[in-house]
């Protein structure tokens, strides 16, 4: 349930920073397939990739966190 809520997150800042998956996959390396199941709730991303896309967004890690918007 919470890889839902890390996807939901990520997703929506991703559209608020006018990225497209396919966009947001290429500038942290990973494959569009990686980062749609991550915003799907199929895969938690881990701590390293969390990183590079808060600076890749720029945005602040804790934003995409969805434990500290509760």
């Known amino acids: 349930m919470e890889a ?3 996807g939901r997150r990520i ?3 991703r559209k608020l920073k006018g990225f497209t ?3 947001l996959a290429k500038e ?3 494959s ?3 980062l749609g199941e991550i915003e799907r709730g199929n895969r938690a991303p881990s701590e390293d990739m969390v990183n ?3 600076k890749t967004l ?3 890690k804790e934003e995409l966190d969805p434990t500290t918007q509760e």
Request: proline letters at 0%.
């Open 11 to 13: 997703r929506a800042f």
């Open 58 to 60: 720029n945005v602040q």
């Open 4 to 6: 839902d809520r890390w």
């Open 32 to 34: 569009v397939s990686v």
């Open 28 to 30: 942290i390396g990973v």
């Open 52 to 54: 590079l896309i808060a």
């Open 21 to 23: 998956q396919e966009g």
